[in-house]
């Protein structure tokens, strides 16, 4: 049988963790990851996408256009495809077109996150101020045109469907997988690995914030120059290491540049693909926003908000802000003349409302690619 992952990122070491490529070999699957960024969003065709080494019944393929797409279904066949894609046309074109050749289709809404209709709101407003008037309107025809054609999903892996109907926007699927996020299982994974580092410390959460690929996919870049924000930055974690006597650790952004991080944190300790057990083990982490916060939710971390002038002036405001309150967290501004929290643990209760709500409501401690499989792909074989 084949496995496709059809996806608007490319593809890295952390999506064949996350997306359970090492399993599906292990049974036997073909696996084909079609990364279709270039034809999905243009505009992120001037980053450079390193080329991913394939394997023996792993292909990973780059379709610049739609007949690229077109031939690869042809050459491989029937099939179950996970998609990660826009709701724009190219995205709708794909789904209608796997749909059409009798290939299942789903999504593994493995990151989920909380959001408010008033933080979308508030999104809408940054794309207007940043895309203008016409790209808006543009992008609203997109929507509408995604929301009417999208065919119906097959399958849906989720750890909460209904949080998932909320956040994608879809009608219910065929079939409801329900499991937990992707970082529970990397609990799983690292149940019995000790920690990296032997002395107290805590790890940053980076989020690749100035260069990340979502926000140029959304159209929210950020107005930061570089120098105020690692400057600011550091001036926080030079606060931590000498009043806490703390070291501060850098889990980094899969899509960062370590090379450039190595000067950019003034030579702190950076551990690359390290996330879960760098947050097992903290004291605290620090964060704008992220998906690793779940990490800091199951491993009953407290979470030290990080935001800056620039930042308040962007989209990611309205997130810094929804995650500090649903957790019930602190956050500093450290653009301004700021002071550590008197007390730094977490909030019992806003974290066990989280962990059911957002990562896992069930006893299971399989991981997730084993639960889709045991019930759902195990009946197509």
């Known amino acids: 049988m084949i496995i496709y992952f059809v996806t608007q990122t490319y593809f890295n070491n952390r999506d064949k963790e996350r997306y359970g490529i090492n399993f599906f070999l292990r049974k036997n699957f073909v696996v084909v990851i079609i990364d279709v960024q270039d034809y999905t969003n243009p505009e992120l065709k001037f980053i450079e996408t390193p080329v991913y080494k394939e394997e023996n019944n792993l292909f990973v393929v780059k379709c610049s256009n739609f007949n690229d797409v077109k031939k690869i279904i042809k050459l491989h066949g029937k099939g179950i495809a996970i998609v990660s894609l826009p709701r724009n046309i190219q995205g709708t074109k794909i789904r209608r077109y796997l749909k059409s050749n009798k290939i299942k289709i789903g999504l593994n809404d493995g990151g989920m996150m909380p959001t408010t209709n008033n933080n979308v709101i508030r999104k809408i407003f940054f794309k207007f101020k940043k895309a203008g008037f016409k790209k808006l309107l543009f992008l609203v025809f997109e929507r509408i045109y995604s929301k009417i054609l999208t065919p119906e999903y097959d399958f849906l892996i989720t750890s909460n469907y209904e949080k998932s109907v909320i956040k994608v926007n879809i009608v219910k699927p065929k079939a409801i997988i329900e499991t937990h996020c992707w970082d529970y299982d990397l609990s799983i994974k690292h149940k019995n690995d000790k920690s990296l580092i032997e002395k107290k410390y805590v790890v940053f959460l980076d989020q690749y914030v100035l260069k990340h690929t979502d926000l140029i996919r959304t159209h929210n870049i950020l107005d930061i120059s570089p ?152 009946k197509f074989i």
């Open 227 to 378: 120098e105020s924000y690692y400057r600011e930055l550091n001036q926080l974690f030079n606060h931590i290491e000498n009043k806490l006597n703390f070291e501060v650790v850098i889990a980094p952004h899969p899509s960062a540049d370590i090379k450039e991080y190595n000067t950019l944190f003034d030579g702190r300790r950076i551990e690359f693909g390290k996330t879960a057990l760098l947050v097992k083990y903290c004291e605290f982490s620090l964060t704008h926003t992220s998906t690793a916060i779940n990490l800091a939710v199951i491993y009953q971390k407290p979470i030290l908000f990080v935001t800056n002038d620039g930042l308040t002036r962007s989209s990611l405001d309205g997130e810094i802000k929804l995650f500090s309150s649903v957790l019930g967290q602190n956050v500093i501004n450290v653009s301004n003349n700021f002071s550590l929290p008197d007390e730094i643990k977490i909030n019992k209760e806003c974290y066990s409302k989280y962990k059911y709500n957002y990562i896992k409501k069930n006893d299971l401690e399989s991981l997730s690619w084993y639960i889709f499989y045991n019930t759902y792909i195990k």
